[in-house]
C-alpha cells in the first residue's frame, strides 16, 4: 500500500516537472503508461497535465492526451467531474475560455460518453463551457460549441445560462461586456434569448439600456442640452459653441468608444428592438407580441408568457421601452435612435 502511495507520487511529481518545462512528449510517455496519472491533480489549483497544456496552448499534445484519456475513460458519463480543478473548471472550460476552437473539439470529440460528460459540465460558478466562451468574448470557441451541440444532438439552450443568484444567459453577459459583435452572432443561433430574463428581471434589452457609453453619445451628453451654470455672477450657456471645452467635455469625449463598437452596438439595438416587436402565434392562434423566457423556461418552446408589464430589478418594463424607443424615433429630429435610446 505505502509502495503504491510512493509510486504515485513519484509519477505526480515527474508529470508535473515535465509539464511544467514544456517535456510535452515525457507526458505523453507517462500518460500512456500509468493511466492513473490522467486525472492526477499537479498544481495547489488542482489542474491536471491536461489542464496545463491546455493553458500553453498545445493544441497538437492536447489531442494527442486527449486520445489517450478516451482509451482508458471514454466510457464514463460523469468522468469530465472527475477532471475538475479546484474552480471546476474542466480542461474543456479553459479552452474555452482561451477561444482555442481546435482544442474545444479535441476535448470534446475524445469520445461520445466523455465529450458529453465534459460538454454539459458546470464548474463552481454553475458556468458551462459556452458559457465561459461568451463570458471571454471568444466568439470562435461559441460557434465550435454551438457546433458540438448540434453534433451530439444536445439542446444548445440547456447550456446558455449561468445557474446561480442572476441567472445571466449567454446573451446578458456578451452585452455586459460590450462583446457586441458576438452578442449579434448569439442572436442568430439562439434567437429565443432576446427575450429571456434572469432573476433580477433583466432581459438583454435591459443590459443594453445600461450601456450609454458603447452609442455615440453618453448619457452625460443629454445634461448639457439647455442647461446653464453661473461663474462670476453671469450665466454662460454650455450649448454656446464659443464656451471652449471644460475638462468635464474633455473628459467625457475621451470615454467615447470606437466607430466600431458604436456601430455594432447599435446592430444589436436595432436587432434586439426588431425581434421584440416582432409577432409570435400563441396556442389559440392569435397573434402574441414580446414573448419573454425565463431562468427555467430556456430550450423550452411551450413555456412561454408575455413580456408586457414585465419589469425589470429598476421597475422598467419592455413594452415601455420599445414605446419609448419608437416614440423617439418618429419625432426626434436629426437624432439617431441610438442618441433617442440614450436621452430616454
Same mark, same amino acid.
Given at each position: 500500500?505505502?509502495?503504491?502511495?510512493?509510486?504515485?507520487?513519484?509519477?505526480?511529481?515527474?508529470?508535473?516537472?515535465?509539464?511544467?518545462?514544456?517535456?510535452?512528449?515525457?507526458?505523453?510517455?507517462?500518460?500512456?503508461?500509468?493511466?492513473?496519472?490522467?486525472?492526477?491533480?499537479?498544481?495547489?489549483?488542482?489542474?491536471?497535465?491536461?489542464?496545463?497544456?491546455?493553458?500553453?496552448?498545445?493544441?497538437?499534445?492536447?489531442?494527442?492526451?486527449?486520445?489517450?484519456?478516451?482509451?482508458?475513460?471514454?466510457?464514463?458519463?460523469?468522468?469530465?467531474?472527475?477532471?475538475?480543478?479546484?474552480?471546476?473548471?474542466?480542461?474543456?472550460?479553459?479552452?474555452?475560455?482561451?477561444?482555442?476552437?481546435?482544442?474545444?473539439?479535441?476535448?470534446?470529440?475524445?469520445? #461520445?460518453?466523455?465529450?458529453?460528460?465534459?460538454?454539459?459540465?458546470?464548474?463552481?460558478?454553475?458556468?458551462?463551457?459556452? #458559457?465561459?466562451?461568451?463570458?471571454?468574448?471568444?466568439?470562435?470557441?461559441?460557434?465550435?460549441?454551438?457546433?458540438?451541440?448540434?453534433?451530439?444532438?444536445?439542446?444548445?439552450?440547456?447550456?446558455?445560462?449561468?445557474?446561480?443568484?442572476?441567472?445571466?444567459?449567454?446573451?446578458?453577459?456578451?452585452?455586459?461586456?460590450?462583446?457586441?459583435?458576438?452578442?449579434?452572432?448569439?442572436?442568430?443561433?439562439?434567437?429565443?434569448?432576446?427575450?429571456?430574463?434572469?432573476?433580477?428581471?433583466?432581459? !438583454?434589452?435591459?443590459?443594453?439600456?445600461?450601456?450609454?457609453?458603447?452609442?455615440?453619445?453618453?448619457?452625460?451628453?443629454?445634461?448639457?442640452?439647455?442647461?446653464?451654470?453661473?461663474?462670476?455672477?453671469?450665466?454662460?450657456?454650455?450649448?454656446?459653441?464659443?464656451?471652449?471645452?471644460?475638462?468635464?467635455?474633455?473628459?467625457?469625449?475621451?470615454?467615447?468608444?470606437?466607430?466600431?463598437?458604436?456601430?455594432?452596438?447599435?446592430?444589436?439595438?436595432?436587432?434586439?428592438?426588431?425581434?421584440?416587436?416582432?409577432?409570435?402565434?400563441?396556442?389559440?392562434?392569435?397573434?402574441? !407580441?414580446?414573448?419573454?423566457?425565463? !431562468?427555467?423556461?430556456?430550450?423550452?418552446?411551450?413555456?412561454?408568457?408575455?413580456?408586457?408589464?414585465?419589469?425589470?430589478?429598476?421597475?422598467?418594463?419592455?413594452?415601455?421601452?420599445?414605446?419609448?424607443?419608437? #416614440?423617439?424615433?418618429?419625432?426626434?429630429?436629426?437624432?439617431?435612435?441610438?442618441?433617442? #435610446?440614450?436621452?430616454?
Amino acid at each position: 500500500m505505502a509502495s503504491n502511495i510512493n509510486e504515485m507520487v513519484a509519477i505526480k511529481t515527474d508529470l508535473l516537472r515535465k509539464s511544467m518545462e514544456g517535456d510535452w512528449d515525457g507526458v505523453i510517455d507517462i500518460y500512456q503508461k500509468h493511466p492513473s496519472a490522467h486525472k492526477a491533480k499537479l498544481t495547489w489549483n488542482e489542474d491536471t497535465a491536461l489542464h496545463i497544456a491546455v493553458s500553453d496552448n498545445k493544441q497538437e499534445k492536447v489531442g494527442r492526451l486527449m486520445d489517450i484519456i478516451s482509451c482508458h475513460h471514454g466510457e464514463g458519463k460523469d468522468q469530465a467531474d472527475e477532471f475538475k480543478n479546484k474552480r471546476g473548471n474542466t480542461p474543456l472550460h479553459l479552452a474555452a475560455s482561451m477561444g482555442s476552437a481546435t482544442m474545444c473539439e479535441s476535448i470534446a470529440r475524445s469520445s #461520445f460518453p466523455l465529450g458529453l460528460s465534459f460538454m454539459t459540465a458546470r464548474n463552481c460558478k454553475g458556468e458551462t463551457p459556452l #458559457f465561459l466562451a461568451a463570458l471571454s468574448c471568444k466568439k470562435d470557441a461559441l460557434v465550435s460549441l454551438h457546433a458540438l451541440c448540434q453534433d451530439m444532438n444536445l439542446n444548445g439552450y440547456d447550456f446558455c445560462r449561468r445557474i446561480d443568484d442572476h441567472d445571466d444567459t449567454i446573451l446578458h453577459v456578451a452585452i455586459s461586456i460590450e462583446c457586441f459583435d458576438m452578442a449579434l452572432e448569439i442572436i442568430q443561433l439562439y434567437p429565443k434569448l432576446v427575450h429571456s430574463i434572469n432573476k433580477q428581471g433583466l432581459a !438583454p434589452l435591459h443590459v443594453l439600456a445600461g450601456k450609454p457609453s458603447a452609442f455615440k453619445s453618453c448619457a452625460t451628453k443629454a445634461s448639457y442640452y439647455k442647461r446653464s451654470k453661473k461663474k462670476g455672477g453671469e450665466t454662460e450657456d454650455l450649448e454656446n459653441p464659443q464656451i471652449r471645452s471644460s475638462p468635464r467635455q474633455d473628459q467625457h469625449r475621451g470615454c467615447l468608444p470606437d466607430k466600431q463598437k458604436r456601430e455594432l452596438a447599435s446592430e444589436v439595438m436595432n436587432d434586439l428592438l426588431e425581434r421584440i416587436s416582432s409577432y409570435e402565434l400563441n396556442e389559440d392562434g392569435e397573434t402574441d !407580441p414580446n414573448m419573454i423566457i425565463g !431562468p427555467k423556461m430556456v430550450g423550452d418552446q411551450k413555456q412561454k408568457s408575455p413580456t408586457d408589464g414585465s419589469t425589470s430589478g429598476l421597475g422598467i418594463s419592455l413594452s415601455f421601452l420599445l414605446n419609448s424607443f419608437s #416614440f423617439t424615433h418618429k419625432t426626434t429630429k436629426g437624432m439617431s435612435i441610438s442618441d433617442a #435610446f440614450l436621452i430616454y
